[in-house]
């Protein structure tokens, strides 16, 4: 583990953004899912998954890094992010689910994510939020696990987390959407993430080489609170005697300290035992003097045994730069052993499951003998924030600063009524469609409407009581943009509430202006181009720019020239194209999404086959042209890779669109044209 600030380089401080790309050996990208409470869509949209899909273009690029982006992402199996309920405003890119965590007398507070490529599997649990501060501005702590073959990364924490990212999807639907399209996504991806790693950790420590036992420490609803499972993994019987802590939220003062309490009683029943708080101090100036407060509440120094060999410490913590501390730690020891525990549980009772309030929280245990392994000890305290002893007066803050913004709602936002479900964007009948469900009776008045344009109201309770209160209701999608969101208001509301869209499937996602009906010559010069498809997109967008450029292609559809004796010439750059869509076709396709992508992607197969009959000058040409389409696709050799489509099933949906070809390559031609022969003898060829 480590903590994440500016400091990188330092031992036990890094970027947690860093912990986001990809590895040298990891393979292709196939999915990412990832909780948090607070979160910022665009900033995890650029910057996380940026880093994770190894984006080569930024946002200033313009097309370039949005055609990148769509490319990339529509090759995922899964991209999501799970964020509690009270923040998932804002608008984002359709080709990555939101599902909206409803914990009940909770929060979704964990902060996990879970990234999957072809070579490897990744597990981060943090303190910090998926938001610019948590990311890159607080004090935070963090954790990585990575798992390939060969890792001695431990089995059992992934499948736990695994379990417990299942179980907290099911906060994210009702009683209408058990079944809805992102989460069946989620549940998928977990369960791939569970087989491809199979082989690639440790079900138990091998040998001497792990010296430091790790474990998942999870809580939240019908799971044991934090102080419960640092028992059950402490390794031996004599308990622990002393405990450090640090926590930016502590329980008000105005009730009984139960976290506090409930660590005394974790702690040995004899000998000296003492509790260690380190807390952020500040000097402040009262009654003409200045003073050291710690933002600690009172109850943590009233809160201890009787005993006279039980002692409450304070230490203030060094912040640099003033950062805000949002990291959450707790390090408990003996004379033998030391159990270092970080992620997102606050020093609360709702952050360690001790109350009727139980929030969803997730941390790593790191479990070490600390006489046998001195280095490996030194290694989990340099991950420690730095604290120093205080050698003055202070007080401690009779009004703690609450778990507010980073850590607690506000009060101030609309939730959406759990009447409303599931809100899905998809086809039906070639028409956009959206498809809202809906149980029970929503509240009066209700009405939803755009998610920019305040004016704009979809549809209202008036028509939902027309249809006959359809618990399911289909509405036509005009706009040439998918929506994202909806608003929702009621009466009463005092504003909207957020509603998050997602799609059935992301093939049915419009491709970006920029892509859209490319011409033959185009789609030739993109796939005659040594660059990414971006790059070279970007150097197509400038010659569209200026149409008097002197090397336009001979393609060209509007130039107007007898196809008869140009047809060679025009063949062969057609030929160039047609080879390096073969060798894309036969690079390993990491999932169906990506093979998908080749195939009906903007530049794939069949966009190739549907300029040549959309710009084919004489049904020859078409039938020529497709022929060769065809031939090309029967020579595809596609290469495995573990963890990677088959080559039967690449193989498989290659014969399905040369048959498609076959029927528009004939049509037209005469029975006794040489071409029609020739492409007959083609495609009986092909379709072996």
């Not at 974790?266 to 933002?295: D, F, I, P």
């Not at 980073?406 to 498809?435: C, H, M, N, R, W």
């Not at 090397?551 to 194209?577: E, G, M, N, Y």
């Not at 894309?584 to 530049?603: D, I, K, N």
Request: aromatic share 8%.
């Amino acid at each position: 583990m480590t903590k994440s600030n500016e400091n990188a380089g330092r031992a036990g401080y890094a970027k947690i953004l860093d912990a986001w790309e990809r590895p040298v050996k990891a393979g292709d990208p196939i999915g990412c899912a990832a909780t948090s409470f607070t979160f910022a869509p665009d900033f995890f949209e650029t910057e996380c998954l940026g880093r994770f899909l190894g984006l080569e273009s930024a946002p200033e690029d313009g097309s370039a890094y949005y055609v990148e982006r769509e490319e990339k992402l529509a090759q995922l199996t899964c991209a999501a992010a799970l964020v509690d309920q009270h923040h998932v405003q804002g608008s984002r890119n359709l080709r990555w689910d939101l599902l909206s965590a409803r914990v009940p007398r909770g929060i979704l507070h964990a902060k996990i994510s879970l990234l999957l490529w072809s070579q490897q599997a990744r597990l981060i649990i943090a303190s910090a939020n998926l938001t610019p501060d948590g990311c890159r501005h607080n004090h935070e702590v963090f954790g990585v696990l990575d798992f390939f073959p060969g890792s001695e990364a431990p089995l059992p924490v992934l499948g736990e987390v695994i379990d417990f990212l299942k179980d907290a999807a099911s906060y994210a639907t009702t009683q209408s959407t058990a079944g809805s399209p992102a989460t069946q996504r989620w549940i998928r991806f977990l369960d791939r993430v569970r087989k491809a790693t199979r082989a690639w950790g440790a079900t138990q420590p091998r040998g001497r080489s792990n010296k430091t036992r790790i474990v998942a420490v999870l809580s939240g609803p019908q799971r044991p609170n934090v102080l419960q499972s640092l028992k059950t993994n402490w390794p031996e019987a004599a308990a622990p005697n002393r405990a450090y802590v640090i926590s930016p939220f502590f329980d008000p003062p105005n009730v009984p300290n139960k976290p506090a309490r409930n660590l005394w009683k974790l702690l040995g029943a004899r000998g000296n035992k003492s509790v260690q708080y380190e807390v952020v101090a500040e000097e402040v100036h009262e009654r003409g003097r200045n003073h050291l407060l710690l933002h600690a509440p009172v109850t943590l120094q009233k809160e201890h045994p009787s005993d006279d060999d039980c002692q409450v410490v304070f230490q203030a913590l060094e912040l640099e730069n003033n950062r805000p501390l949002h990291a959450k730690c707790l390090w408990l020891e003996n004379r033998n052993w030391a159990a270092y525990m970080m992620g997102s549980s606050n020093f609360t009772s709702a952050g360690l499951g001790l109350g009727l309030v139980s929030n969803l929280e997730a941390n790593l245990g790191y479990i070490i003998h600390q006489g046998k392994y001195p280095k490996e000890r030194r290694a989990l305290n340099d991950s420690w924030l730095v604290s120093h002893p205080i050698s003055r007066s202070f007080r401690l803050d009779q009004e703690p600063q609450l778990e507010l913004g980073q850590d607690a709602p506000t009060g101030d936002e609309i939730l959406l009524p759990k009447q409303f479900g599931e809100a899905t964007f998809g086809v039906d009948s070639k028409q956009y469609i959206l498809i809202l469900a809906t149980h029970g009776s929503p509240p009066d008045g209700w009405a939803l409407l755009h998610e920019s344009q305040d004016d704009q109201v979809i549809y209202t309770e008036s028509e939902w009581i027309r249809s006959g209160r359809q618990q399911v209701i289909r509405l036509a999608w005009k706009d040439s943009k998918p929506p994202s969101a909806l608003r929702v208001r009621w009466k009463g509301s005092g504003g909207c509430a957020w509603w998050p869209v997602n799609v059935i499937d992301g093939n049915v996602l419009p491709p970006p202006e920029e892509l859209r009906q490319l011409s033959l010559a185009e789609l030739v010069a993109i796939l005659t181009s040594a660059s990414p498809l971006h790059r070279a997109l970007a150097r197509l967008l400038q010659k569209r720019s200026n149409p008097n450029s002197p090397d336009k292609d001979i393609l060209d559809p509007h130039r107007r020239v007898d196809t008869s004796q140009f047809l060679i010439p025009r063949t062969r750059r057609v030929t160039w194209a047609l080879t390096n869509l073969r060798q894309r076709l036969e690079q390993p396709a990491a999932s169906a999404e990506t093979l998908h992508w080749r195939m009906y992607g903007p530049v794939g197969v069949m966009k190739f086959a549907e300029a040549i009959i959309r710009e084919a000058k004489s049904a020859q040409e078409r039938c020529f042209l497709l022929t060769e389409l065809a031939l090309e696709l029967a020579r595809v050799t596609p290469q495995s890779a573990p963890h990677c489509l088959s080559r039967r099933v690449i193989k498989s949906e290659l014969r399905l669109a040369v048959r498609e070809m076959r029927v528009q390559a004939l049509q037209g031609v005469p029975a006794g044209d040489p071409i029609r022969r020739y492409a007959g003898r083609a495609f009986k060829e092909a379709s072996q």
